[in-house]
């Protein structure tokens, strides 16, 4: 199972061309199925439909939330399918097997003022902070992903149109960047980041104090950062900005297509979480326009 494992990774990562940590949640999900049929002495060519469930079963025992089970299903189910499409196994297990019904949570948001106090808190006197404002204003700019935003090149910021080119797999998109969002990136471009790298063949747009790459971790450590700084008591991560961006758009009158568009939505039904907090503004348009409000 191990050496199909290995071959199915090889062919999600040439074939279908997705990004490692997509790669990485598949391989985290099958390797983890691999342990359990092992423990349990099933053959993997052989694993049937109540094996599944079975296994989806003791996911649930061991306390893994719907969407973790969901994701594990998904993971089994293309995984079943590669060996399928290579006729290791006849047919897939997973054919006739529901995932478990996900509650869709409500987004954790900022109100505006709170995204105001966060992103006043990064000081440009040093390159630290020249790059913290860049990257916080940058982040609630674009509602880009984490991911997204640490995988940026220099190349990628059209500073003369003002947009930016986000890549993810084989699809891309162009996402405008607003005025202070803009002014905050040329100030770290020009005033800190050449001081940052070590070497200037690197291309990485945001880069740690190492003059490396920022990671996952790092974005992370300086959002958490600045929350405390501005006392803020809600949980904060770049997600939340993500979702500030999204929300604030839509209450602001922004058509919910074009959100779907800049967020990078396959389906416009991710996008219309964002639809629940738009009558809070609405009733603030109605309330301060109406003539009997």
Request: include cysteine; hydrophobic fraction near 35%.
């Amino acid at each position: 199972m191990n050496e199909q494992i290995k071959l199915f990774l090889k062919f999600l990562q040439n074939d279908k061309k997705l990004s490692d940590n997509t790669l990485q949640s598949y391989k985290r999900d099958i390797t983890q199925f691999e342990k359990y049929v092992e423990e349990n002495q099933i053959n993997y060519t052989k694993v049937d439909e109540k094996n599944i469930k079975e296994y989806l079963e003791y996911l649930q025992n061991i306390g893994k939330k719907s969407s973790t089970v969901s994701r594990n299903l998904a993971s089994i189910r293309s995984f079943y399918q590669y060996l399928v499409r290579t006729k290791k196994v006849l047919q897939d297990p997973t054919n006739n097997i529901q995932a478990p019904k996900i509650e869709k949570r409500v987004p954790s948001i900022l109100t505006a003022k709170e995204v105001e106090l966060l992103l006043d808190q990064p000081q440009d006197v040093d390159l630290k902070g020249i790059r913290d404002k860049a990257m916080l204003e940058f982040a609630y700019a674009t509602g880009m992903r984490v991911t997204e935003i640490i995988s940026l090149n220099l190349e990628d910021v059209n500073f003369e149109e003002a947009y930016v080119i986000c890549k993810t797999g084989t699809k891309q998109r162009n996402i405008p960047l607003g005025t202070m969002s803009l002014k905050a990136l040329k100030g770290y471009v020009e005033e800190a980041r050449p001081y940052l790298i070590k070497d200037d063949s690197v291309k990485s747009l945001f880069v740690n104090i190492n003059g490396k790459r920022l990671t996952r971790q790092g974005f992370w450590k300086i959002v958490k950062y600045y929350k405390e700084q501005a006392h803020i008591t809600k949980e904060i991560t770049p997600h939340v900005l993500r979702h500030s961006f999204a929300t604030h758009l839509l209450q602001n009158g922004a058509d919910l297509k074009a959100i779907q568009t800049m967020l990078g939505h396959s389906d416009i039904s991710s996008t219309q979480v964002y639809m629940q907090f738009q009558d809070e503004g609405l009733k603030n348009v109605y309330k301060n326009t109406h003539p009997r409000a």
